[in-house]
């Protein structure tokens, strides 16, 4: 039986680490345990308020697929929802805590481990959404495997399906200096998230935990630029960007984006 892996390893240069594939060994048990403690199941739902219920019911959404389910939150806020909800993870440890926090609350999620590169290896079914959500989508560090995730998210929705994908505001991180507040999205009071680094191609964040406990995460600081392009380029035909659930915003007060993004078909003399 191979023993679980209790610290964070980034060898000996942890800033050179900068590989998609590392997000596995950084969600350690250890850390896992206490990531709850860093969102805060009921401060984040007030935060959020009903918004992601809001924009997927206006699209007239009901199977939704969540890739991005860490341990839990957005699945079972969906099914409270009455959204039917698929639960993907590619780390095996947040899956196992995410379907522990669904029982708790009264749920049994359907789970998938998948890698979202090869989503549709073992993802066999269409989704009128597909959510990624809590920053997620920053763990992947190449483009080649950004535009390939958001290939298989394309061709898991139904032809007038949406993406809805979030992300920290790493313009606001790399331009202005700015650190994140913590109001929306990480609202635990009994942990501090710090970007250690940050270059054009890796943020590094701390987080630190009242018990002394300190971890990191590796992440890539996209820009909204970038990332409202590269899912145009994909075949998304129209991106919509909220900031902290407004749609407008000063650039540099948001702490996150969300990405409304429409597969369906929308004709040249709508979009202008």
């Given at each position: 039986?191979?023993?679980?892996?209790?610290?964070?390893?980034?060898?000996?240069?942890?800033?050179?680490?900068?590989?998609?594939?590392?997000?596995?060994?950084?969600?350690?048990?250890?850390?896992?345990?206490?990531?709850?403690?860093?969102?805060?199941?009921?401060?984040?739902?007030?935060?959020?308020?009903?918004?992601?219920?809001?924009?997927?019911?206006?699209?007239?959404?009901?199977?939704i697929l969540?890739?991005?389910?860490?341990?839990g939150f957005h699945?079972?806020?969906?099914?409270?929802?009455?959204?039917?909800?698929?639960?993907?993870?590619?780390?095996?440890?947040?899956?196992?805590?995410?379907?522990?926090?669904?029982?708790?609350?009264?749920?049994?999620?359907?789970?998938?481990?998948?890698?979202?590169?090869?989503?549709?290896?073992?993802?066999?079914?269409?989704?009128?959404?597909?959510?990624?959500?809590?920053?997620?989508?920053?763990?992947?560090?190449?483009?080649?495997?950004?535009?390939?995730?958001?290939?298989?998210?394309?061709?898991?929705?139904?032809?007038?399906?949406?993406?809805?994908?979030?992300?920290?505001?790493?313009?606001?991180?790399?331009?202005?200096?700015?650190?994140?507040?913590?109001?929306?999205?990480?609202?635990?009071?009994?942990?501090?998230?710090?970007?250690?680094?940050?270059?054009?191609?890796?943020?590094?964040?701390?987080?630190?935990?009242?018990?002394?406990?300190?971890?990191?995460?590796?992440?890539?600081?996209?820009?909204?630029?970038?990332?409202?392009?590269?899912?145009?380029?994909?075949?998304?035909?129209?991106?919509?960007?909220?900031?902290?659930?407004?749609?407008?915003?000063?650039?540099?007060?948001?702490?996150?984006?969300?990405?409304?993004?429409?597969?369906?078909?929308?004709?040249?003399?709508?979009?202008?």
């Open positions: 039986m191979l023993q679980e892996k209790k610290r964070q390893d980034y060898g000996e240069d942890p800033l050179a680490v900068r590989e998609s594939d590392k997000y596995q060994e950084e969600y350690v048990h250890s850390f896992v345990d206490k990531w709850d403690e860093l969102i805060d199941w009921d401060g984040r739902a007030e935060a959020e308020g009903s918004f992601f219920i809001e924009k997927l019911k206006a699209h007239g959404a009901k199977k969540d890739v991005a389910t860490g341990t699945s079972v806020q969906l099914l409270r929802a009455g959204f039917e909800v698929t639960s993907v993870d590619g780390s095996p440890v947040m899956l196992a805590k995410a379907f522990e926090n669904a029982r708790k609350r009264g749920h049994i999620l359907q789970t998938i481990q998948a890698d979202w590169r090869f989503l549709n290896r073992s993802v066999h079914d269409l989704y009128d959404a597909v959510v990624c959500l809590g920053n997620s989508f920053t763990h992947l560090h190449h483009e080649n495997d950004r535009r390939k995730a958001l290939a298989e998210y394309y061709a898991t929705l139904r032809h007038d399906g949406i993406l809805i994908l979030d992300q920290r505001n790493y313009d606001a991180i790399l331009d202005k200096q700015i650190e994140p507040t913590h109001n929306y999205y990480y609202c635990g009071d009994n942990v501090s998230a710090t970007p250690e680094h940050v270059d054009e191609a890796l943020a590094r964040f701390r987080y630190n935990f009242n018990d002394g406990s300190e971890f990191h995460l590796n992440m890539f600081p996209l820009r909204k630029a970038y990332m409202q392009r590269l899912m145009k380029e994909v075949g998304f035909q129209r991106v919509t960007t909220y900031g902290d659930f407004q749609e407008t915003y000063r650039e540099s007060e948001p702490d996150f984006f969300i990405h409304v993004a429409e597969k369906k078909y929308i004709p040249t003399e709508e979009m202008e």
